[in-house]
């Protein structure tokens, strides 16, 4: 049973498009947050939701919007895709100190 | 600002060999630090998760310090493995705050 699950794994789009990438988590968790991992490795908070409302919102650009159905999902919609977007997105469940990742999804942005 | 440093940045050892990691941080009010370990391709996975009142704790060969007064915290392998291979993120959250602040990382690489 994967904890924290992300689709697609994979990716790839023209600059200008719209796509969405989906998260799940089966733990329970009243938190989730979306990351972005540069080239460099870099981990950068993107946001944070608990209990279905936005906590946190890092200066993000509003072509990106997340959403949140239910506790379970956090989902991630960007607009107008541009180069720069290009990286891999992980999600996090968090339970107090401890967070949980998904696999990540890798975006190419062309 | 809130910063977390590693080093080094990148370190290649032989299987079996002992080496140790580094995180220098300014967060504060200082709540909690925690190492990662991330495969390649993968989301980190958590090692280890230390409090201000814990010194060192351990997970299997993997041994973390924490240093409260001077800042900073050690993640020490022990008989290292080829799947030791990965990035390992040094992770500190302030007291109050909801945003944890990254570390860039140190890119382990164990050859046979």
């Known amino acids: 049973d994967t904890a924290v699950s992300q689709t697609p794994k994979y990716l790839v789009t023209q600059m200008g498009n719209d796509k969405s990438i989906k998260c799940e988590q089966n733990?329970?968790?009243?938190?989730m947050y979306w990351y972005k991992q540069d080239s460099k490795k870099f981990l950068k908070i993107m946001f944070s939701y608990n209990n279905k409302e936005l906590i946190i919102n890092e200066t993000v650009p509003n072509r990106f919007s997340p959403k949140s159905p239910d506790k379970a999902h956090l989902n991630l919609h960007i607009n107008s895709l541009e180069l720069g977007d290009s990286a891999v997105y992980f999600c996090?469940?968090?339970?107090?100190?401890?967070?949980?990742f998904g696999p990540g999804t890798r975006l190419t942005v062309l | 600002k809130n910063q977390v440093e590693q080093s080094p940045q990148s370190l290649i050892i032989l299987e079996g060999k002992n080496c140790t990691l580094q995180?220098?941080?300014?967060?504060?009010?200082?709540?909690?630090l925690r190492w990662y370990k991330q495969d390649t391709g993968r989301g980190p996975v958590s090692l280890t998760i230390?409090?201000?009142?814990?010194n060192t704790k351990s997970n299997g060969r993997y041994t973390a310090t924490l240093d409260a007064d001077t800042k900073q915290s050690s993640l020490h392998i022990t008989a290292s493995q080829l799947s030791d291979s990965a990035s390992y993120i040094c992770v500190v959250s302030a007291g109050g705050s909801y945003i944890p602040t990254f570390g860039r990382g140190t890119s382990l690489i164990v050859h046979p």
């Open positions: 996090a469940s968090v339970r107090g100190r401890e967070q949980f």
């Open positions: 230390m409090t201000f009142s814990e």
């Open positions: 733990l329970g968790h009243d938190t």
């Open positions: 995180c220098n941080y300014t967060v504060s009010p200082f709540s909690n």
